[in-house]
């Protein structure tokens, strides 16, 4: 596998990535408290007793949160540990009220899985690779300060502490930018078919902390650099290419790499210094006495299991070895749990539609899902109204296709109408006159003209010129005002020039 590199005065520099993801836990209520987690909300109006650290405040953790994150670590087929703790992580910040995280550093819920990133010639990845991920611990956020409310103050809202966190850790395995994009891409989508995690990064219910570090190739991993709260897959690959970079120029000026914490800016796609990175021992994590060890119970871990629904990798095997569809329209059809459920809301449809088994559609039906429709949406732009779009419409387009009765163009035509208007497909074919004409008598009448008009033309044909028969073909099409049925055009000249 060719590696990005990174080309210096010196030489070739290696990347070396790891990323910690934060997502946050679907759930109603937060990890020790019943306070709501709901987006959006008023600042400071969804705070428990427990999340303002109230004294004498006790937190109860949330099996929903805990069951969450183990099946999460169920889907990237991480060790389960049965048997695991949380820590007080002690620092002090104005939106901490307990001036403390409570977290797990020692004995977390889920030990060491990995994800398969796949090949993709279109970014840069030329071969599967496995990334390594050691660890997922449940943690709670922290609140948030407010520095733009006030001329001269900062405020807090306590809307997010407490809210829980599954803390994601890679290995650094990743190599360039491209592979970290596609890790985090395929990561959201895990986390979005389990329903662990609504992936939205703009929202901050996903964002990574991005650790890279360069070296010669072969040699030791070399200082790293943390840059905190990266809430965009493009934001991820921007910080690697720049701080990399930042990192060569640095050694190869001979300075040194300083072991520290930055802050992306998006406006100028740079990293700046946030604060000197400090180690675990600084934190003065303990166990936390206000909370007991968690036990898990195989019933529960069988529960677990069992509520997994079909994940990626898998579905995506099974819709070429199965359905019969390409690598690439697996992998796109696959991406995203919105993708994949349309498409087989209309897979099943048009298999109804069109009286065959699905296996037998699919590939049409993908073809139509991934390029047809988005183009003729994408072409209409505003005047697309994708609530007429509906499941039974499609189908109806694509049974009367199937059947040769309408061709591809005349596809477009009727599903630009559809969306613009709404309407029955069939109705609105037989209505603007957007129906094949598969009535050998017309089509044969107007190929004996073209023939006797084009002598010449035919005689070439029959002495060699094969490529005269899409002359003919043309021709009548042309004639027919584009609507013959090009089965039946091509058959009855095959039989015609002999």
Known sequence: MTDYRIQGATGEWEVVIGLEVHAQVTSKSKLFSGASTAFGAEPNSQVSLVDAAMPGMLPV?????IRQAVRTGM????????????????????????????????????????????????????????????????????????????????????????????????KP????????????????????????????????SMRADVNVSVRKPGEEFGTRTETKNVNSVRFVMQVIEYEANRQVDVLES??????ETRLFDVATGTT????????????????????????????????CRASLPELPDAKRVRYETELGLTPY??????????T???????????????????????????????????????????????????????????????????SGGQAKEIYEIVLKEGGDPATIADAKGLKQVSDTGAIEAAIDDILANNQDKVEQYKGGKDKLFGFFVGQTMKAMQGKANPQVVNQILKDKLG
Not at 61 to 65: A, G, S, W, Y
Not at 94 to 114: K, N, R
Not at 182 to 203: H, P, Q, T
Not at 351 to 372: D, Y
Request: charged letters at 25%.
């Open 340 to 406: 994949f459920a349309r498409f087989e809301t209309l897979l099943t449809a048009a298999a109804s539609a069109i009286g065959k088994p699905e296996t037998k559609v699919a590939t049409q039906v993908a073809n139509w899902a991934l390029s047809v429709a988005p183009g003729v949406v994408k072409g209409l732009g505003d005047e697309a109204n994708l609530s007429n779009s509906t499941p039974e419409a499609q189908a109806a387009i694509l049974a009367m296709q199937d059947k040769g009765e309408i």
């Open 254 to 259: 001979g300075g040194t790499v300083d072991q």
């Open 329 to 338: 329209n697996a992998r796109e059809l696959t991406a995203e749990v919105e």
């Open 173 to 204: 395995d990743m190599r360039s930018p491209a592979e970290a994009g596609a890790y985090v891409r395929k990561l959201r989508s895990i986390l979005r078919y389990v329903g662990s995690c609504d992936g939205n990064m703009e929202e901050g």
């Open 61 to 65: 953790p949330n099996k929903e949160c």
């Open 272 to 303: 700046r210094t946030m604060r000197s990175k400090e180690d675990a021992h600084d934190y003065r994590y303990f166990p936390d006495p206000d909370l007991l060890p968690l036990v898990l119970e195989d019933d529960f871990l069988e529960d």
């Open 75 to 170: 889907a990237i087929e991480a060790d389960i540990n049965k048997w695991s703790r949380f820590d007080r992580k002690n620092y002090f910040y104005a939106d901490l009220p307990q001036g403390y995280q409570i977290s797990q550093l020692y004995h977390p819920l889920v030990g060491e899985g990995s994800l398969l990133i796949e090949a993709d010639e279109k970014t840069g990845i030329p071969e599967d690779k496995t990334i390594g991920i050691e660890r997922i611990h449940v943690e709670q956020d922290a609140g948030k300060l407010m520095h733009d409310q006030h001329p001269t103050m900062s405020y807090v809202d306590l809307n997010r502490s407490g809210v829980a966190l599954m803390e994601i850790v890679s």
